[in-house]
């Protein structure tokens, strides 16, 4: 995990790496990116590298996901941050806004509660001057973008790994794919995120739990796994279907109805395609082409070529 430096001298996450370790089985999927616990891993990191590696072991061993209602172990962990971001002079409010990657509005309702569970009490020295922060030496930052013309998306490929730029909503992130090979099939090996920090954004962006939940990590890898194939069918589906939205409503059945036709533009069988982009299986594409047969947005049929007969011997 990559860690930035932010204001009052705490550290946020700014990009990490999910990868199989060594030459063991296995592969990177968004579905096991998704079921990494993010939240837990970055407040773990951002304790670390703000406060102390035994302050992250402390919050480790005690970590909960935060109840509705809150929770008397809950507000012992928020003292902890709390005791530990004065001992190292940075204000405690935005230390625990870091780690847990909330607003100081919601860290002041989960103080006042800890310290009517009296697990808190007043700190005598917040008031004392907090630890001077070292000088910007980033440079100056690159200049902004005209409204309304930022790129395409755009990739390269390497030796190492596919980089995807500029996708649809997320122009201030950088996606990578380590490919893997196993009996002549490519999987993902390792995925990445990281700032690009050529926008003003990403030069100062950081992620959060919440960040890495709406990242298009389906349409990420279905780009990353298809340039490594060479498998410019799909790559030229996915400049002309779009992102897949996550939604079941209208526009999900133009984007199916699109890759349908061009399924049939370039002579293939729409179904295996519709399945790869949405990763569903071939049911629920089946079921998806009918819907959209009902509402009156597609209307063409797929016509297989009929097979040529060998002669008789």
Not at 168 to 195: K, M, S, Y
Not at 273 to 279: A, D, F, K, M, R
Request: with cysteine.
């Amino acid at each position: 995990m990559g860690l930035r430096r932010t204001e009052h001298g705490i550290y946020r996450p700014a990009a990490v790496r999910l990868r199989v370790p060594g030459a063991g089985p296995g592969a990177v999927t968004p579905r096991a990116a998704r079921a990494v616990d993010w939240e837990r891993v970055l407040a773990i990191a951002t304790a670390a590298a703000t406060c102390s590696t035994r302050t992250a072991e402390q919050l480790d061993a005690g970590w909960m996901q935060r109840p509705r209602g809150g929770s008397h172990a809950f507000s012992l962990l928020v003292a902890l941050l709390y005791a530990q971001a004065v001992a190292h002079r940075l204000p405690p409010r935005h230390v625990i806004a870091a780690v847990w990657g909330r607003g100081v509005d919601m860290v002041d309702n989960w103080l006042a509660e800890a310290r009517r569970r009296q697990v808190l009490g007043r700190d005598p020295l917040a008031g004392r001057p907090g630890r001077r922060t070292d000088p910007d030496r980033r440079g100056p930052l690159p200049p902004p973008r005209p409204p309304g013309r930022l790129p395409s998306s755009s990739g390269s490929v390497g030796t190492r790994a596919v980089t995807l730029e500029d996708l649809p909503g997320w122009p201030d992130w950088t996606f990578r794919i380590e490919p893997g090979f196993r009996q002549g099939i490519v999987f993902a090996r390792g995925w990445a995120i990281e700032p690009d920090i050529t926008h003003a954004a990403g030069w100062r962006t950081h992620l959060t739990a919440k960040t890495l939940a709406a990242m298009p990590l389906d349409d990420v890898f279905a780009r990353g796994l298809a340039a490594l194939q060479g498998n410019t069918y799909l790559v030229m589906d996915r400049a002309v279907v779009g992102e897949p939205g996550r939604g079941r409503g209208a526009e999900h059945l133009r984007q199916v109805t699109g890759a349908y036709r061009f399924a049939l533009a370039q002579e293939q069988p729409p179904l295996p395609l519709i399945c790869v982009l949405w990763s569903v299986s071939y049911k629920t594409a089946a079921s998806w082409t009918s819907k959209a047969r009902r509402a009156g947005v597609l209307t063409a049929r797929y016509k297989p070529l009929p097979r040529l007969r060998s002669p008789a011997r």
